[in-house]
């Protein structure tokens, strides 16, 4: 039996990996939720794969990396990784995005909540949370 790529169909729209497939002419009411779920894989993807890398390593130990071959890079596989590992899923907000939350990776758990929290209320660019992140890593170091 030949390997079929996976697919998610959602009405007429036929999600594969490396595009979408429209059967028929849908009406503008049936677009929305294809295209909403298509904006949130985008946005929970690194997350998905940060935290199925981690599970996946704690249980099967460095080889269950090597699943990920090929797909992306090495570096970007650990970025993922890292910030899943030090950001806890308690602690991520949703509306913000990964790179608002790789900006206070390297914090404690409890500035890290602060600040994202912070970056929600005051609409903080993921730039602008950096700046935040470097200013607070330095007064805990001072």
């Known amino acids: 039996m030949p390997h079929l790529p996976p697919k998610i169909s959602i009405g007429p729209f036929q999600f594969t990996s490396v595009g979408v497939r429209i059967t028929g002419k849908p009406e503008l009411t049936d677009w929305r939720g294809p295209l909403q779920f298509a904006l949130w894989c985008q946005r929970a993807g690194p997350w998905w794969i940060g935290d199925l890398l981690n599970a996946g390593e704690d249980r099967f130990g460095e080889t269950f990396s090597q699943m990920c071959e090929g797909t992306l890079s090495t570096e970007m596989l650990n970025r993922y990784a ?25 914090l404690p758990p409890h500035l890290q909540k602060r600040l994202l929290l912070d970056a929600e209320r005051h609409g903080w660019t993921s730039d602008d949370l950096r700046v935040k992140a470097r200013e607070a890593a330095q007064r805990t170091v001072d």
């Open 82 to 106: 890292s910030v899943a590992r030090r950001v806890p899923i308690e602690s991520r907000v949703a509306s913000l995005s990964w790179s608002a939350h790789a900006a206070v990776a390297r």
